[in-house]
């Protein structure tokens, strides 16, 4: 029996360690990915992009660039808004004040204005202008705009931070 001389063992385990380990990461990341997609199913197609109700147009020669602020911004719809604090929510356009406890309530400010909103879904949108702390809040109040097949986006607001919808918009108007 002859012997090949040049013959070289090679031991790939080493190699195989590293490919199960980048295996196992992968499926982590895939099984995650699952899961949340499994938890929020309906994912929102409109964007919350604040469009003339709240923002002003610099004037013309100030030197500021002009145009829409931001250019992805629903242009089919007219948004809506509902300003969510961690005890009340604010409803615009009116600027009507609704306390939490009053959810509880049939026939309340907050559902007669998504039936308003319902019948006008093609046109219009709601936009929740989330407060800190205000989670909750927001989330039972986006699920109710869910259940009526309305379009929703939300945006974070600082705490402080003032919504002057009638006094911009008016000046949206008057520019057009």
């Known amino acids: 029996m002859a012997r090949k001389k040049n013959q070289v063992k090679q031991d790939l385990s080493s190699f195989m360690a590293i490919l199960i380990m980048t295996i196992g990461a992968l499926v982590v990341l895939l099984v995650s990915n699952t899961v949340i997609i499994m938890v929020n199913p309906e994912n929102t197609a409109i964007t919350s992009i604040i469009t003339s109700s709240l923002w002003v147009p610099p004037p013309i020669g100030d030197g500021s660039e002009g145009g829409t602020p931001f250019p992805r911004g629903n242009m089919m719809k007219e948004p809506l808004y509902i300003d969510v604090h961690p005890d ?13 406890r009053e959810l509880e309530r049939r026939d309340n400010a907050l559902e007669r204005f998504l039936e308003r909103l ?40 600082e705490d402080g931070r003032a919504v002057d919808y009638e006094a911009r918009r008016a000046a949206a108007m008057e520019r057009l």
């Open 88 to 100: 009340r929510i604010i409803l615009y356009p009116g600027a009507e004040v609704l306390p939490v």
């Open 118 to 157: 319902h019948e006008n879904r093609h046109e219009e949108y709601v936009v929740l202008l989330v407060r800190p702390r205000a989670a909750l809040v927001s989330r039972r109040i986006a699920k109710a705009v869910r259940d009526r097949d309305i379009d929703l986006g939300a945006e974070l607001f």
